[in-house]
């Protein structure tokens, strides 16, 4: 049985990131240009797309503020910290370097080329993948959910895909526990589910919406959602780090082993099943340069479609918070338009910070919950790139 709703992801959320990234709402006029002003900056970061990347799978320090990165990461290590990190800007890595252990047993060190379990932030890659069948004609976002999953209770027949993405769905009362041995069972146990609220009323992140789309992902494209993900968001985007959890080998030194923190030390976290109830809400593992990889491939405009591309850039419908498997804000606290996007279970932790229009994109994982890094690392990087002062703190 999988608890729904409960995933440690939760404590990820984009209020999570509230101390620097709440934004403030923008008069609808303001937001039109600031869309179309961004719409331009894509065109013209596209067109620098055509140049040849540094390699990332290699250590690279480059400049003061690299180095900067660097020494500030290296105490937050003698710490406990455990990781790899990357920091881009104007299309150039500052900072990519791991940190600590991806092993510590073998005395495996984490490097660039380490992979990580991603969690949450493959919701990233389930949301685009309904972008992409929308784009195809092979679902439209308004479509309810039972017209590609079979009936669901009359109070919960109006729940659209668009609901699931941006989860204000409401199908399943939170703390519900739902079978997930397979697909079919999972739907089943989601319609019989309590419901929660009325389908678009009411925003609550929940894993079960996603594993959802998932199933949603298979019926509308015929193939399983692993390999719908392998041949139209991996391949393209030239992830070629990226599995999925049950596909990670267990001898393999390229992959981080996840600890949390015992009586005398870091200890290998608990197990992590996937099953559905995970499938399409977690599961992916990849390096952190893989996922900036994704995010170029989504800047490129080969992902999809403007219109759809848009829903990505674009601040969500209220009441929800996010905006088709990550968060957009037009305009931080800092006075920047930003993306994030995180992910956790009990012994791994990731992020990616996306600040277009400064054209920075930060990737960190972390493969050692002893002690939680999540805002530390993430004010500390952002105070050096943009020249804040703000005290940051080690974790207790």
Request: proline letters at 6%; hydrophobic letters at 40%; aromatic letters at 10%.
């Amino acid at each position: 049985m999988t608890p729904v709703g409960e995933h440690l992801d939760h404590r990820y959320q984009p209020s999570a990131l509230a101390p620097y990234l709440n934004a403030a709402p923008w008069p609808s006029g303001r937001r039109m240009l600031r869309a179309f002003g961004f719409v331009l900056l894509l065109i013209s970061h596209a067109a620098l797309l055509a140049q040849p990347l540094a390699e990332l799978d290699v250590v690279q320090v480059s400049g003061e503020t690299g180095q900067a990165l660097d020494e500030r990461l290296r105490r937050f290590e003698s710490k406990g910290f455990s990781g790899s990190v990357l920091v881009v800007r104007d299309d150039r890595v500052i900072l990519l370097k791991g940190y600590g252990f991806a092993n510590i047993g073998q005395n495996i060190p984490n490097t660039p080329s380490t992979r990580f379990e991603m969690n949450s932030m493959t919701k990233m890659f389930t949301a685009a993948s309904v972008l992409r069948l929308a784009g195809s004609g092979r679902l439209k976002l308004d479509d309810r959910v039972e017209l590609h999953l079979g009936p669901f209770p009359a109070a919960k027949s109006k729940a659209t895909i668009t609901h699931l993405a941006t989860h204000t769905a409401g199908l399943v009362l939170k703390g519900t526990e739902l079978a997930g041995t397979d697909r079919d069972v999972f739907v089943e146990s989601a319609k019989r589910a309590p419901i929660e609220s009325e389908p678009g009323v009411v925003y609550r992140y929940t894993n079960a919406g996603y594993s959802l789309l998932a199933a949603i992902i298979e019926r509308a494209s015929g193939v399983s959602y692993e390999d719908y993900l392998r041949q139209n968001i991996f391949g393209p985007a030239g992830m070629g780090s990226a599995v999925f959890r049950d596909e990670v080998p267990k001898a393999d030194p390229r992959f981080a082993r996840g600890y949390v923190g015992g009586a005398t030390g870091p200890v290998s976290g608990p197990p992590n099943p996937y099953s559905w109830g995970t499938v399409g809400a977690g599961g992916v593992w990849c390096t952190v340069g893989d996922v900036y990889r994704w995010v170029l491939f989504l800047e490129s405009g080969k992902a999809f479609s403007a219109e759809y591309r848009e829903l990505l850039f674009s601040e969500p419908r209220q009441p929800s918070k996010e905006s088709f498997g990550w968060a957009f804000q037009a305009k931080s606290s800092s006075g920047r338009m930003s993306i994030t996007k995180g992910g956790g279970s009990d012994d791994f932790a990731s992020q990616l910070l996306y600040f277009p229009e400064d054209r920075v994109v930060i990737v960190w994982s972390t493969n050692n919950l002893s002690k939680r890094w999540r805002q530390e690392l993430n004010s500390a990087i952002t105070n050096i790139l943009f020249g804040r002062s703000a005290p940051v703190g080690l974790p207790r």
